[in-house]
């Protein structure tokens, strides 16, 4: 049985706020009993982009289990890849690949430096396509964006698009297990090209649906984080908790 708990939208800042809600997640994390076995954060890392807010992240990331990462559409390429990878600077996507246990994570850029929504680039579409042909193992496909509709209107403008490259990939590879990713600051669950979609809540913040509240980003709620599950069967399961 693999275990990755996945947070998502930190949003860095240099605040206390911010900083306070991801320690105490990060806290919940390193003391449960059993810990993960890998800690997945996609995307929004930094609020701005500045390498000072990356340097912060670096110093609150745990050291105990593997830590996987992604951008979102705050962060920025260049000092995102120097500061969390130790890279030369440059623009192109930050594509990586982790083995955590018996499953691969393929850690994708859906970022578009200077705008909201997503897309994968083909550079990126490329790459994917050699890590899944590359393997037999489960693999988890992860990015920012949700690539499919989740029923809230201002979010779903600017979601992952031009998604039919990625929609062909998934079909032709059965052992691409789930696709994980955040950017909606709120725990959900959709498909996209008959497999599921799983969305890591907010860290920083909740945004509230549009029968609850319609474009309401709450600031209280306490953040979240999802555990995924792989059993040894192949199944996933999904739980998600209130970080206390």
């Known amino acids: 049985m693999l275990v990755v708990a996945q947070i998502s939208d930190i949003h860095i800042d240099g605040g206390d706020r911010a900083t306070e809600r991801t320690a105490r997640v990060l806290d919940y994390l390193t003391g449960l009993d059993t810990p993960p076995d890998a800690v997945l954060l996609t995307g929004d890392l930094a609020d701005r982009g500045l390498p000072a807010e990356y340097e912060l992240v670096r110093k609150l990331l745990p050291t105990g289990f593997p830590v996987l990462h992604c951008p979102g559409n705050h ?17 192109a996507p930050i594509n990586q690949v982790r083995r955590v246990g018996a499953a691969v994570f393929a850690m994708c850029d859906s970022s578009i430096p200077g705008r909201d929504d997503g897309a994968l680039e083909a550079e990126t579409l490329d790459w994917l396509e050699g890590v899944l042909i590359g393997t037999d193992s489960p693999v988890f496909v992860c990015f920012h964006h949700p690539p499919a509709e989740l029923g809230i209107p201002f979010l779903d403008r600017i979601r992952q698009f031009h998604t039919e490259r990625l929609a062909e990939l998934v079909r032709a590879h059965p052992h691409v297990v789930a696709l994980l990713c955040g950017h909606a600051h709120t725990p959900a669950a959709t498909t996209f090209a008959g497999r599921p979609v799983l969305v890591a809540p907010g860290v920083v913040s909740t ?9 309401h980003i709450d600031l209280v709620a306490p953040p979240m984080v999802a555990f995924h599950v792989l059993h040894e069967d192949g199944r996933l399961s999904t739980h998600y908790r209130v970080a206390p």
């Open 207 to 215: 945004v509230l649906l549009p029968w609850e509240r319609a474009g």
């Open 75 to 91: 962060d920025a390429r260049a000092p995102y890849r120097q500061v969390l990878l130790g890279q030369s600077g440059g623009d």
